[in-house]
C-alpha cells in the first residue's frame, strides 16, 4: 500500500483499534490458479506474536483454502471513506486551483495463512467471533444456544483460518495535507452528510 508519510500510521495499538472497528475485512491470497480474495469477519488475538494473529473461518466449499499461497496472505481492512468535494475547500475560493480527492482508513496485514479442520479449535474460533459480535446486544446469542449436535454439523462445514501477522501497514487519509481552513471546511460538508459513514469521517478529520 502506497503510503506518504502525512498519512502513515504506525502505533500498533492504533492499528489494532481500526482493524477492530473495520470488523470485516478481504482475506487475498495470491495462488497458481490467480488471485482470491473472500470478505471474512476475523477477530484479532493482539498477545500472539509481535504483530498479533488474526483467526476466522471460510466455507469448506471455497476453493480458496484449498489452494497453497505461493507467498504471504493479506488481510484487508477498511474504516470509514468520503468523496471530498473541492467546493468544501476555503482555497477554491482562493485560487481555484483545487482537485477531488478522497478520504479513508485502511489496515493490511501480511503473514502466511494457515488452514485447519479440527473441530475444537474451529468450536473455539466460532465462539469468540460470536461473542465478540453479540457483546454488545440487549440479549446476545451464543453458540452454545443452540442443540451441541447441530454446531457440531455445522463446524463440518467450514474450515477455521489463523493468520499470525509478520507486518502491518496503516493508512489514516484525513486531509492532513491541507490547510486548516481546508480541513474545517471538508469537516463541515461531510458532518452535514446524509450518509452515516460520511458523518463517522468528519470527526476524523484534525481540526
Known amino acids: 500500500m502506497y503510503v506518504p508519510p502525512a498519512f502513515r500510521v504506525d502505533d500498533l495499538a492504533t492499528l489494532h483499534g481500526m482493524m477492530r472497528e473495520a470488523r470485516l475485512a478481504n482475506f487475498v491470497t495470491a495462488t497458481a490458479q490467480g488471485l482470491i ?11 500472539e506474536g509481535p504483530f498479533g494473529t488474526l483467526y476466522g473461518h471460510l466455507a469448506r466449499a471455497n476453493p480458496q483454502w484449498r489452494l497453497a499461497p ?7 481492512f477498511m474504516g470509514p471513506d468520503a468523496y471530498i ?7 477554491k475560493q482562493q485560487h481555484q486551483k483545487v482537485v477531488p480527492t478522497w478520504n ?23 465462539t469468540r467471533l460470536t461473542d465478540l459480535h453479540e457483546h454488545p446486544r440487549a440479549e446476545p446469542w451464543a453458540v452454545g444456544d443452540a442443540p451441541p449436535a447441530f454446531i457440531r454439523a455445522q463446524l463440518r462445514g467450514i474450515v477455521g483460518l ?21 480541513r474545517a471546511g471538508v469537516a463541515a460538508g461531510l458532518a452535514a452528510s446524509d450518509r452515516a459513514s ?3 469521517a468528519a470527526a476524523l478529520i484534525p481540526i
Not at 468535494?85 to 482555497?91: D, E, F, K, N
Request: aromatic share 10%; proline share 8%; charged share 25%.
Open 37 to 47: 480474495a473472500t470478505p471474512l469477519p476475523l477477530f484479532l488475538a493482539p498477545g
Open 198 to 200: 460520511e458523518r463517522v
Open 104 to 126: 479513508y482508513l485502511a489496515v493490511q496485514a501480511f503473514g502466511p495463512a494457515e488452514f485447519f479442520e479440527d473441530a475444537d479449535r474451529l468450536l473455539d474460533v466460532v
Open 85 to 91: 468535494t473541492p467546493t468544501w475547500y476555503a482555497a
Open 162 to 182: 489463523r493468520l499470525p501477522i509478520t507486518r502491518i501497514e496503516g493508512k489514516c487519509k484525513m486531509s492532513q495535507n491541507r490547510s486548516a481552513d481546508d
Open 70 to 76: 505461493t507467498g504471504e496472505a493479506t488481510a484487508i
